[in-house]
């Protein structure tokens, strides 16, 4: 019959195909173990590129150190992180516009949606007008608990509402 043999395999051969299974064992999981290695690699390069964007939304974890008079933003190691022009617009460290504060404190994200509000009074409200912060006159920025967050004195209140509550360095 087609694909049967008609005589049985003498003792090389056997031992042929024998060590060639044997090295696919041995094989094995030094394979899985270097397929493993490959996919971590892959995914700590994915997040690598992941943990160095930045946007401009409500934020609740990460906070840019300082915001001086000039509107750059630094961390804590004094990388500028981010701008704010006089104009009202976010820039990014690469200098990609990320949003934008109007006169009447409305912030919105580089998609033009609406991501929160600086009332002329330092209340700092998220989009849907809740109360998340405030920047009192003496530069001192609090959360919605009035807890301390932060300090900007001499800084304008919009500019440190947006530095503190909206700027993220995911």
Request: charged share 15%.
């Amino acid at each position: 019959m087609y694909g049967e043999r008609s005589y049985p395999l003498n003792y090389r051969q056997f031992s042929l195909i024998h060590r060639f299974f044997d090295e696919i064992e041995y094989l094995r999981p030094k394979l899985r173990s270097a397929m493993n290695r490959f996919l971590l690699v892959i995914i700590c390069f994915c997040f690598g590129f992941a943990a160095k964007a930045q946007s401009l939304q409500y934020n609740t974890t990460s906070l840019p150190a300082t915001i001086g008079v000039d509107g750059l933003m630094k961390g804590t190691t004094g990388v500028t992180l981010g701008s704010i022009l006089p104009n009202g617009d976010i820039k990014n460290a690469t200098n990609v516009t990320i949003g934008n504060i109007a006169n009447d404190g409305t912030i919105t994200n580089s998609l033009q949606d609406i991501i929160g509000y600086v009332m002329n009074d330092g209340t700092v409200k998220d989009a849907n007008q809740a109360v998340i912060g405030k920047v009192l006159n003496s530069g001192q920025v609090q959360n919605a608990q009035q807890n301390p967050i932060g300090n900007a004195p001499g800084i304008d209140k919009k500019w440190a509402a947006v530095c503190y509550f909206f700027y993220k360095v995911n």
